[in-house]
């Protein structure tokens, strides 16, 4: 019976010195993964036509973050990460009228986000497992054209979304890691106003990243 309580004495010290070093450390790495855009697009012609219709297209995105880890108290862990991602994502909607024949193109294009998050989880072992929510500023780049007038008009936009997700880290020894986040991010309309027409876009983004730890 000793012997038994020894060894399980033993076990938890050793879990609660793994939790230990898998937080209370700043860290920092990089990450590569799969961007999806989800876009709504809603136009308010001046000839009298509304629509509304979905855009999209997914992309290669990489980027760079870095961040503090906390144990309150095994198991239980918060911490708080800023970082910027590279999407290079262009979506891309056509309409063709007739008559009159009138070809109508819409490019979203967004290449760059900033990223600051609070993360809350729990630790198993050499196993982190986390959800967060956050904050997000991103560039846009919106264009319009018509042809054959061969009309465009484009606006470079930048706006703060609204972010939240999920991940995992597993911890390789005590100064390597790797996992897998995924991220959804929630934006305000984009508008693009001319004499054609009004134009609305709702956009949404969500990346799915395999991310490389470096703990300090």
């Not at 697009?41 to 001046?46: E, K, Q, S």
């Not at 900033?114 to 929510?133: E, R």
């Not at 390789?172 to 986040?181: F, H, K, R, S």
């Not at 799915?208 to 703990?215: E, G, I, Q, S, V």
Request: glycine share 8%; hydrophobic share 35%.
């Amino acid at each position: 019976m000793l012997k038994n309580k020894i060894i399980k004495a033993c076990i938890i010290t050793l879990s609660v010195h793994s939790s230990i070093c898998a937080t209370d450390k700043l860290y920092a790495g990089i990450s590569i993964g799969q961007t999806s855009s989800h876009i709504n697009l809603d136009r308010d012609l001046t000839i009298g036509s509304k629509d509304s219709s979905n855009m999209g297209k997914d992309a290669f995105n990489s980027g760079i973050f870095m961040g503090y880890n906390y144990l309150i108290e095994p198991p239980l862990f918060i911490g708080i990460e800023v970082g910027a991602q590279n999407h290079n994502i262009e979506s891309i909607r056509e309409e063709n009228t007739f008559p009159p024949y009138v070809h109508y193109e819409t490019r979203v294009r967004t290449n760059n986000s900033l990223i600051g998050s609070l993360k809350m989880g729990i630790v198993v072992k050499d196993l982190m497992i986390y959800g967060k929510g956050g904050i997000v500023r991103t560039n846009w780049n919106v264009n319009f054209s018509e042809k054959p007038k061969e009309y465009s008009k484009s606006d470079k936009i930048t706006k703060d979304g609204l972010i939240f997700g999920f991940g995992i880290d597993y911890n390789l020894n005590p100064n390597w890691a790797i996992g897998v986040d995924y991220t959804v991010a929630n934006y305000p309309n984009l508008k693009l106003t001319h004499d054609v027409g009004e134009f609305k876009m709702s956009p949404c983004l969500r990346t799915t990243t395999f991310r490389l730890t470096y703990l300090f």
